[in-house]
């Protein structure tokens, strides 16, 4: 799933930045991932610790970490301006979009550790969207015209072919695939989960309420997303093997959590609301069970406020979002603007020592 992030006054009086990081859970680290001057979005990592993600505002290039998220590399684009990412399998083959030289947006995949960039098409549809890739290469996404269609490719991008639909509607948008083939995402108002390969659709109903998301699956084929409940609230959720089954993850004491992947050992990340409305990024134990703030984690940077986790790997690797503590930001904002703006600034905000 896709966060924002960049650079944000909370309030006229309180600097605050928000940053990328990989959370380490063996090694007890929390690594940076892009530099200062650069905001952007991640999107995934894979069992070597490779990072998708890509740039916003000036830069507007996808990009790849190598491993622990050491380095990056321009991805470039199909032609045009802009490229994001949104999936990367463990060799380092990355999917998303890019604009096209003639301004349409397209599906790409990438060779192993990012080289190169194919265009997918679009099964002649006004736009396309790769979300996600598996261990052999096949792309699920979306393509667009009057309404999103949810498409699987063969091994290596090879061939696009469109998924069935539920019967609640026409929409379909995929997010995620494990390397059985299995796709998973949302139609109208319902998650689904498909057969092997794409094959069949099946509707995987809801926590009581009358909609629900699937953002992740591991190979087992625990799904987990979020679903609205019988009181109106929205949880994360994960089912058994197979999309069996839904189980409600409950929150970090507010009404709202979200999850947004899972990996092999059955682990799921995201974030909820805490009882005083704040968001926190949370981690389960194997199979869902028991739901952790990462924040209480006692080895973390004081100051630090992980506000959001987007994907995990099989090694305990998190890509989080993390809220700067106050003077790091203000030093950042600093070198930023320069002596005579940050004071400018400083006046303006009505800030006090």
């Known amino acids: 799933m896709v966060l924002s992030t960049g650079l944000c006054f909370v309030s006229p009086a309180f600097a605050q930045l928000q940053r990328l990081y990989i959370l380490d859970l063996k090694r007890n680290q929390l690594i940076t991932l892009m530099p200062s001057e650069m905001t952007g979005n991640a999107t ?3 069992n070597a610790g490779q990072v998708a993600w890509y740039a916003i505002k000036e830069y507007g290039h996808a990009f790849i970490t190598g491993p622990d998220g050491v380095g990056r590399t321009d991805l470039k684009t199909l032609g ?6 949104f999936g990367i399998n463990d060799a380092g083959q ?20 990012g080289v190169g960039m194919t265009d997918l098409g679009t099964l002649g549809e006004r736009a396309s969207y790769a979300t996600s890739i598996n261990n052999a290469g096949q792309v699920a996404g979306y393509t667009v015209k009057e309404y999103g269609h949810a498409f699987i490719t063969g091994p290596n991008g ?13 929409t379909t948008v995929a997010h995620d695939i494990n390397d059985a083939g299995q796709v998973v995402g949302r139609g109208v108002r319902h998650a689904f989960i498909t057969g092997r390969n794409g094959v069949g659709m099946k509707d995987l109903g809801t926590l009581g309420g009358d909609y629900s998301v699937a953002y992740g699956i591991n190979e087992a084929g625990e799904v987990v997303g979020g679903s609205s409940t019988a009181a109106g609230y929205t949880h994360a959720f994960i089912t058994g093997p197979n999309g069996v089954g839904m189980t409600d993850l409950g929150t970090l004491g507010g009404g709202y959590s979200i999850a947004t992947d899972i990996n092999d050992a059955g682990q799921v990340v995201g974030w909820s609301t805490m009882a005083a409305g704040d968001n ?11 739901m952790m703030d990462l924040n ?5 940077p004081p100051g630090y406020v992980i506000t959001g986790a987007i994907s995990i ?4 690797q998190v890509v989080v979002i993390a809220d700067l503590p106050k003077p790091e930001a203000y030093m950042l904002i600093f070198a930023g603007l320069g002596l005579i703006g940050f004071l400018v600034w400083w006046q303006k905000s009505g800030s006090s020592a």
Not at 80 to 85: F, N
Not at 158 to 170: N, R, V
């Open 44 to 46: 995934g990592i894979n």
């Open 80 to 85: 045009g301006d802009s490229s994001a990412t």
């Open 94 to 113: 990355v999917v998303g979009c890019s604009q096209t030289a003639t301004g349409n947006l397209h599906a790409f995949i990438t060779g192993p550790n």
């Open 158 to 170: 090879a061939g696009m072919t469109h998924l069935e639909s539920l019967p609640d509607g026409l």
């Open 280 to 290: 926190h990024a949370f981690i389960t134990g194997p199979n869902g069970v028991g």
């Open 296 to 300: 209480s984690l006692p080895w973390l």
């Open 313 to 316: 790997n099989d090694r305990g």
